[in-house]
Nanobody
Framework: QVQLVESGGGLVQAGGSLRLSCVAS????????MGWYRQAPGKQRELVAT???????NYADSVKGRFTISRDEAKNTVLLQMNSLDSEDTGVYYC???????WGQGDQYWGQGTQVIVSS
């Protein structure tokens, strides 16, 4: 099996920064696209940022210039550096990854989510 475990959420004042981390573990052969999504109260889950194995990135317009996604291939880790946070960034942040397992099966996996609260 494959697990994604997030960390780094918390409470921060508007204008502050947080860094989220997600580690993929288990029977992993290869990790493809990794990304972060978020879900605000009463809203649907939305894309925040993705990064592929070639380090190409994609960001939601609302976070461009403020958030930076990166990954460590050797550690199967994806990071999200979030700067200049505002109340609209409040929500549960979920890690996502496409993983090919040791027995050759590819699938999307999700972490359990980490809460980010930005106080104004």
């Amino acid at each position: 099996q494959v697990q994604l475990v997030e960390s780094g959420g918390g409470l921060v004042q508007a204008g502050g920064s947080l860094r989220l981390s997600c580690v993929a573990s288990g029977h992993i052969f290869r990790v493809g696209v990794m990304g972060w999504y978020r879900q605000a109260p009463g809203k649907q889950r939305e894309l925040v940022a993705t990064i592929d194995s070639g380090l190409s990135t994609n960001y939601a317009d609302s976070v461009k210039g403020r958030f930076t996604i990166s990954r460590d291939e050797a550690k199967n880790t994806v990071l999200l550096q979030m700067n200049s946070l505002d109340s609209e960034d409040t929500g549960v942040y979920y890690c996502n990854a496409f993983v090919v397992t040791s027995w050759g099966q590819g699938d999307q996996y999700w972490g359990q989510g980490t809460q980010v609260i930005v106080s104004s």
